[in-house]
């Protein structure tokens, strides 16, 4: 049994379907068939069962799968810290933020980064900070921007920002000449918001359920752009960073009565490897939020 088996394994484990795992791995399916089957001979064990037109993992496959798993992330994890002996000249960071922080907080902090360091790829990923937690786990990013509540004791996080969440609503709204709003009767208007799993929702609701409150979500979006152009529409009001609406014509933000903060923070996994590209993006962000 070698890397190149596991990894035929796995792929074949996660299609389901020779076909399409000789597809993905730009090989020819008699020769997917071939080493699966040398595979099984060597373990002495059955490990998709057949019989069925969709071929599916046996209990010894599972068993292989989990193992194979964390054999081929070793794999990976050895490979990046080798090709980083040279130093920070390459690489690449897989990030993951929230909409906000990603379309307000961090462009120009990313922007500066890069131009200290332009031979690192950054990827960023917009889905939620709950999202997150799940993306560090499972090893599919670097780094990961979450709710500094709630952190996992898998996570090593520090914060990036406090800032205060305000009602966002057109200009001429009925809510835009009142000094602060109560929750309720924030809950009890048309809603733009985010999806579940991001942190805005999570404490919206959280909220909602303290004040016995339900909220009348008219539209969800992750997407800021739209989400703004809905309440300008007078498709329902929203929430937002109080210093993001100094950029948005035709918008007023209102604190709340009982106002509340956005505490967001950056993380890596404790017992995963950590690229030097993503140490040095970890290190960068940190020291930029102290200095502010």
């Known amino acids: 049994m070698d890397n190149r088996q596991l990894q035929i394994f796995q792929c074949v484990a996660s299609q389901l379907s020779f076909t399409q795992a000789a597809k993905a791995l730009h090989m020819a399916q008699p020769a997917v068939s071939i080493a699966i089957k040398k595979l099984e001979s060597e373990l002495n064990s059955q490990l998709f069962d057949r019989a069925e037109k969709k071929i599916s993992l046996t209990p010894e496959g599972q068993v292989l799968l989990e193992h ?20 920070l000249t390459v690489g690449e960071v897989k990030l993951c933020t929230s909409a906000m922080l990603g379309s307000y907080f961090l462009p120009d902090k990313l922007s500066k980064f890069r131009n200290r360091y332009p031979g690192i790829k950054l990827q960023l990923l917009g889905e939620g900070t709950s999202r997150a937690v799940e993306l560090l786990a499972q090893g599919e990013i670097d780094l990961g921007i979450v709710n500094m509540d709630t952190v996992p004791n898998s996570l090593q996080a520090v914060p990036l920002m406090r800032e205060e969440i305000v009602i966002c609503v057109k200009e001429d709204d009925e809510f835009a000449q009142q000094a602060h709003i109560p929750f309720v009767d924030f809950a009890q208007r ?6 579940q799993g991001y942190y805005l929702r999570e404490q919206l609701e959280k909220l909602a359920k303290q004040q016995h409150s339900a909220l009348h979500v008219g539209i969800e979006t992750n997407l800021l752009r739209p989400l703004f152009n809905f309440v300008r529409e007078n498709c329902g009001i929203s929430v937002c960073l109080k210093q993001v609406l100094y950029d948005e014509p035709g918008l007023v933000g209102i604190p709340f009565e009982e106002p509340f903060f956005l505490n967001l923070g950056l ?3 404790k017992n995963r490897y950590l690229p030097k590209a993503g140490r040095a993006l970890f290190d960068f962000l940190h020291q930029d939020a102290k200095q502010t």
């Open 190 to 195: 048309d809603l733009v918001i985010y999806s």
């Open 68 to 87: 194979a798993n964390r054999i081929l992330d070793q794999f990976q994890q050895a490979r990046l810290a080798m090709a980083e002996l040279s130093g």
């Open 267 to 269: 993380a890596y996994h």
